[in-house]
């Protein structure tokens, strides 16, 4: 991954014209007949000048990812097995860039110069350059983030294959920022808004240093940016650091979600006790946090977790004890499939609960999910909790990256006519009986913050499809 840095000559109303823009070497503490080199945990990166002029002036700083290295220091339960080698981390800017500009730069970032001191405290006629950044969210967020601080943008997208573009553009683009500021303020900004855009999970320990490095190097300008709360946010990702961050800037304290996550994981359990059913599928059951609500209770003679995920496998059969407690085996099983195919194993069980699950797929695979669902597993009860949008109005830290939205990876979100809609139709198709209810606080105009759907099998199971028909097994 790249980005340059450009400085050109000073016009005389922004300071003295007697400095040339070459006196960029001396701002950042690299000498510009010179390539130099740093090794990082992540992989090398080099900075050199391939322009140096009186009028015009460019660093380069050349960042190598090694994905192999990287790989290493990821440990095993925390990622699927190839996912530390597939991934776009060393081609599209992000975290590692931010860290690779605070590691080569950080004299420069701090504001000192000492050579050229009074150069490195005027606003200077800069321009950055990143050929590809990853920027998750909506289309106009680096409009958002940049442009209130003075920036002239130029953002190209960039298509994740020119040969097929029906498979989007977005999240990567080549940015362009022009500004007259200080130096230290731009590499600055880079340092805090690129993982920001990045928007992906930091490829590090988080604990409280990240809200000291995010205050102070966010100083003088974080505090009255309009997306402030967005940026502290998306830049420590822990709830715990979000406060700390909130509470020093003046920001509101969130409500707390996973007071409304326990609630509605009781909730289902609760109905799934009323139900009367003996065998269980949690389907998405993620790290088995419901399979370990409903273990203790006696009634529930098999349950069984289905998800697409392996790590969120390995992570639940961690936590719900299974190589320490053997005779856990003969009521609870862990399976790794999708439910946009047809799964034999998935045949005989009283009721099914899809906590969460729905949103996580494309609106285009819901058909299908119904037909897994309710057409050839035919559980008697099923219980669906999916997000109520409407609610998102009034959820003051909704993530505003993702407009309507409360999760990066949520496909969609429904209202609560919509998901009745869907709910009434899939119930009508495949012999069902739907009612409605809510979790979490009720709101007069939006309803509650989740919305949740009991259907109970009115009819005889329907003959399912063929066994030439293609199911997994």
Not at 189 to 195: D, E, G, K, S, T
Not at 320 to 325: F, G, Q, T, V
Request: charged share 25%.
């Amino acid at each position: 991954m790249l980005l340059t840095l450009t400085l050109t000559c000073p016009a005389p109303e922004l300071g003295s014209p007697d400095y040339p823009a070459s006196d960029l070497g001396y701002l950042l503490y690299k000498h510009p007949d010179r390539v130099h080199q740093a090794s990082l945990p992540f992989g090398q990166a080099r900075v050199f000048f391939p322009e140096v002029s009186d009028e015009r002036a460019t660093a380069a700083l050349l960042l190598d990812v090694d994905p192999v290295a990287l790989s290493r220091q990821v440990k095993a339960e925390q990622s699927a097995p190839l996912e530390p080698y597939v991934n776009d981390r060393p081609y599209a800017s992000g975290h590692f860039l931010a860290a690779a500009l605070l590691d080569t730069f950080s004299t420069a970032m701090s504001g000192r110069s000492k050579e050229r001191q009074a150069l490195a405290d005027l606003p200077l006629p800069l321009s950055v350059e990143i050929p590809c950044l990853a920027a998750r969210g909506p289309a106009d967020l680096v409009e958002r983030l940049f442009a209130p601080l003075g920036y002239q943008i130029v953002a190209t997208p960039i298509a994740l294959d020119p040969l097929y573009p029906e498979w989007g553009e977005r999240p990567y683009l080549s940015l362009k920022l022009s500004a007259t500021l200080k130096l230290s303020e731009v590499l600055a900004h880079l340092y805090i808004l690129l993982p920001v855009l990045d928007g992906s999970r930091k490829p590090y320990f988080l604990d409280e240093t990240e809200v000291d490095k995010l205050l102070r190097r966010g100083a003088g300008w974080l505090g009255t940016h309009p997306e402030r709360e967005l940026i502290v946010r998306r830049y420590l990702q822990l709830r715990s650091l979000i406060e700390q961050a909130g509470e020093r800037l003046g920001i509101p304290a969130a409500p707390p979600r996973s007071q409304v996550h326990e609630e509605r994981l009781e909730r289902v359990a609760e109905l799934l006790r009323k139900s009367s059913a003996a065998r269980v599928l949690d389907l998405g059951c993620g790290e088995g946090k419901l399979l370990g609500r409903l273990l203790p209770n006696a009634q529930f003679r098999q349950l069984t977790g289905l998800d697409v995920s392996a790590r969120s496998l390995e992570f639940a059969r961690r936590q719900l004890k299974l190589d320490e407690r053997p005779e856990l085996e003969q009521r609870l099983t862990l399976l790794h499939g999708s439910l946009t195919y047809r799964d034999a194993r998935l045949h005989g069980y009283d009721a099914a609960a899809l906590v969460e699950v729905i949103e996580h797929l494309d609106p285009s695979r819901l058909d299908t999910l119904s037909a897994n669902v309710f057409g050839d597993a035919q559980p008697r009860t099923v219980i669906v909790t999916t997000p109520n949008r409407e609610y998102n109005a009034i959820f003051a830290h909704a993530d505003s990256l993702h407009p309507n939205l409360r999760h990066a990876d949520h496909r969609f979100e429904w209202t609560r006519a919509e998901f009745e809609a869907w709910a009434r139709a899939a119930s009508a198709q495949y012999g069902y009986a739907v009612r409605f209810e809510g979790v979490g606080e009720e709101h007069p105009d939006f309803g509650a913050l989740t919305q949740v759907g009991v259907f109970e099998r009115l009819t005889p199971q329907i003959s399912r499809p063929s066994k030439d028909e293609p199911a997994h097994v």
